[in-house]
């Protein structure tokens, strides 16, 4: 087995190969020089969990931790600490970028080429190739340009790539963005900057949430802890759906509650039609939480605010306004979003036949149609990541285990034409839509039906036929 990725789901899914199926021969191949993927990689101010921590750790490693909503340090260390335990950070190899993967059907067995920082390229054998690349390019992000950025005196930074040197304090900064990340940094970056904008071209959904869980915490104090996590996990699970659900019953109703809420703790109630209520229903779209209610804060004391308008251009003191406002700022942060890449970029062939993923059905959110001994990771769009990466990592398990009783090489999910395609991600989001044609597809029915409920998936994908 190949793993590549060393993030959330690459430990995950070594961690499971090695309790599962403790005689085989596992490697990790990551790109970077650490591991924890997204958590690594991301190290602007405020970086943060979008989803609580509770079930956002690995079920067979339950997060101990007092924050419900962990900031990124933690969550990384969190990563380092399992892989460590279960002594999967051995088996890393750091530097190693998948550039290809060719599928031999006569030898039953992947040929991987791999390009390795002040080294030669090597290849790599494996029976077995598990994708755990996560779902977005680490080395770009999403940057539209816009007019006048050679006029801009200031500084113009992406998230993705936060310099090491840069310091807001007393400085004036503008935001682009209305999504998790620009959420996540106006209230860190307003604890010092002079003052912060959030421009944004459209409202997200907005809610604010405890950053500690005092029933996690009651819990912990009167239960053994796995007793205590359990509980806890199911509780924010049921929490979750039910929110869920009710978003997709009812958008109207729930809509309204949400727009209402982020207006009164904001402290601008006549601004809540422009600034809070977005042009699509809850939940078509992630849901951007507000820990402690830190945003709220900010815009209270008047050290942020929110300016909904689009940009016309940068000048020389820093944006203007399709309605004309002009916004001072030193520094100006594009946070536009991300980029998707499915399969980490690698370069799929099979048998000599190029592997398109926008051209191929995903079987049980796990295997590529038409795709031998290849299975991928990816998590839920309502709810946390590690949910359905811990699933379909023990379903790999389940699978390999079969496949060693038969005496079996290959396991092919095979294409059902009768099936009709939809998209793999019902998320209207932007970074979504631009890369509709990169994503596989799903079925309207099962098992090709990417289901969004954790219950259902965890009975399908343990008890259910594989």
């Known amino acids: 087995m190949l793993i590549v990725g060393a993030g959330l789901s690459g430990i995950g899914a070594a961690c499971h190969l090695r309790r599962a199926l403790p005689a085989s021969r596992v490697a990790i191949l990551e790109a970077r020089h650490d591991l924890g993927g997204t958590w690594d990689l991301f190290r602007y101010p405020g970086v943060r969990s979008d989803s609580d921590m ?35 950070d051995r088996l890393i190899r750091y530097g190693h970028r998948v550039r290809s993967a060719a599928w031999s059907s006569a030898e039953a067995c992947w040929t991987l080429r791999i390009d390795r920082e002040g080294a030669e390229p090597i290849e790599l054998r494996a029976r077995f190739l598990y994708c755990c690349t996560g779902y977005f390019r ?14 801009f005196r200031g500084r113009i930074v992406h998230p993705q790539f936060w310099p090491a040197d840069l310091d807001c304090s007393g400085r004036r900064v503008v935001v682009i963005g209305s999504g998790a990340t620009a959420v996540t940094l106006v209230p860190a970056l307003a604890a010092t900057a002079a003052h912060v904008t959030m421009l944004q071209r459209s409202p997200s959904y907005l809610l604010a949430l405890p950053a500690n869980d005092k029933v996690a915490g009651w819990l912990q104090r009167v239960l053994p802890a796995g007793a205590a996590s359990a509980l806890v996990r199911w509780k924010n699970l049921a929490v979750g759906g039910t929110f869920y659900r009710a978003a997709r019953r009812w958008p109207r109703g729930v809509g309204r509650l949400l727009v209402g809420l982020a207006a009164r703790q904001s402290g601008a109630p006549a601004d809540a039609l422009r600034h809070y209520s977005p042009r699509y229903g809850p939940w078509d779209q992630r849901l951007c939480v507000v820990p402690d209610g830190d945003l709220f804060k900010a815009l209270r004391l008047g050290t942020a605010s929110i300016v909904t308008d689009s940009v016309d251009r940068l000048t020389a003191r820093g944006i203007r306004t399709a309605s004309g406002a002009e916004l001072d700022a030193d520094i100006v942060v594009m946070a536009t979003g991300l980029e998707i890449l499915t399969l980490g970029g690698i370069d799929v062939t099979v048998d000599g036949a190029p592997v398109r993923p926008g051209d191929t059905m995903v079987y049980k959110g796990a295997l590529l149609a038409g795709v031998p001994n290849l299975a991928l990771a990816f998590g839920y769009a309502n709810a946390s990541w590690t949910l359905r990466a811990d699933l379909t990592a023990a379903w790999v398990c389940r699978l390999l285990r079969r496949m060693a009783r038969r005496g079996a090489r290959i396991v092919v999910a095979e294409p059902d034409a009768s099936v009709p395609a939809r998209p793999f991600l019902t998320l209207s989001s932007g970074y979504v839509r631009r890369a509709d044609a990169l994503l596989p597809r799903q079925g309207t029915r099962g098992p090709w039906r990417l289901r969004e409920s954790y219950v259902e998936d965890a009975a399908a994908m343990r008890l259910g036929k594989l």
């Open 54 to 88: 509770y079930t956002l750790g690995y079920r067979f490693r339950p997060w101990q931790g007092s924050r419900s909503i962990a900031d990124g340090a933690a969550i990384l260390a969190y990563l380092r600490e399992t892989a460590a335990s279960a002594g999967v």
């Open 138 to 151: 680490y080395d770009a992000g999403h940057r539209p340009a816009f007019d006048g950025e050679g006029d």
